[in-house]
T-cell receptor, first 112, second 115 residues
Framework: DGGITQSPKYLFRKEGQNVTLSCEQNLNHDAMYWYRQDPGQGLRLIYYSQIVNDFQKGDIAEGYSVSREKKESFPLTVTSAQKNPTAFYLC???????????FGPGTRLTVT | EDKVVQSPLSLVVHEGDTVTLNCSYEVTNFRSLLWYKQEKKAPTFLFMLTSSGIEKKSGRLSSILDKKELSSILNITATQTGDSAIYLCAVDALNYGGSQGNLIFGKGTKLSVKP
């Protein structure tokens, strides 16, 4: 089955710790995206990558970092510099030439 | 600044009602408008609209784009409790972020359908 997987589903961390969220896709999509969703808010773009070994900042990149060493994988690190890290994080991918983005199931991160 | 605005932000209806959700946008170099349904987790794709005036339909859901008014509506007829979800509108603007394929999302409309 083709799709996007994110792990873990729920993640709890103490303030001051870095944490890495996993995103894997086997759709052979070139582009991958990370969004953050807060209650009552739409999706806000954190980082995106159009090809391997290249990525760009989105609207709210501060306190986050990413890597794209493989086409299938686009992990997101939430660093201790992110002031309000508690949120629902969604990963998405898109095929070249397509407008539609496919979403993973999301990771709910709680930092206390 | 590019933006997408959805209204209403929340809506409560009873089963069998018909609802209309609105999405307006201000973006440069518009390419397409997409509607997604989000229940608990991942948004799932509903429609993509690129041409004005052409209705897309899937069962009880339909959507149309008005490029002159820079807006789109999503209609749901004979609503069911399973339609309860957040409905997200997103616009693909060609030069947004300096790349193609980046979506600008509205805040969503939370629809609750009561039995």
């Amino acid at each position: 089955d083709g799709g996007i997987t994110q792990s873990p589903k729920y993640l709890f961390r103490k303030e001051g710790q870095n944490v890495t969220l996993s995103c894997e896709q086997n759709l052979n999509h070139d582009a991958m995206y990370w969004y953050r969703q807060d209650p009552g808010q739409g999706l806000r773009l954190i980082y995106y990558s159009q090809i391997v070994n290249d990525f760009q900042k989105g609207d709210i990149a501060e306190g986050y970092s990413v890597s794209r060493e493989k086409k299938e994988s686009f992990p997101l690190t939430v660093t201790s510099a992110q002031k309000n890290p508690t949120a629902f994080y969604l990963c998405a991918s898109r095929a070249r030439g397509s407008y539609e983005q496919y979403f993973g199931p999301g990771t709910r991160l709680t930092v206390t | 600044e590019d933006k997408v605005v959805q209204s209403p932000l929340s809506l409560v209806v009873h089963e069998g009602d018909t609802v209309t959700l609105n999405c307006s946008y201000e973006v440069t170099n518009f390419r397409s408008l997409l509607w997604y349904k989000q229940e608990k987790k991942a948004p799932t794709f509903l429609f993509m609209l690129t041409s004005s005036g052409i209705e897309k339909k899937s069962g009880r859901l339909s959507s149309i784009l008005d490029k002159k008014e820079l807006s789109s509506i999503l209609n749901i007829t004979a609503t069911q409790t399973g339609d309860s979800a957040i409905y997200l509108c997103a616009v693909d603007a060609l030069n947004y972020g300096g790349s193609q394929g980046n979506l600008i999302f509205g805040k969503g409309t939370k629809l609750s359908v009561k039995p």
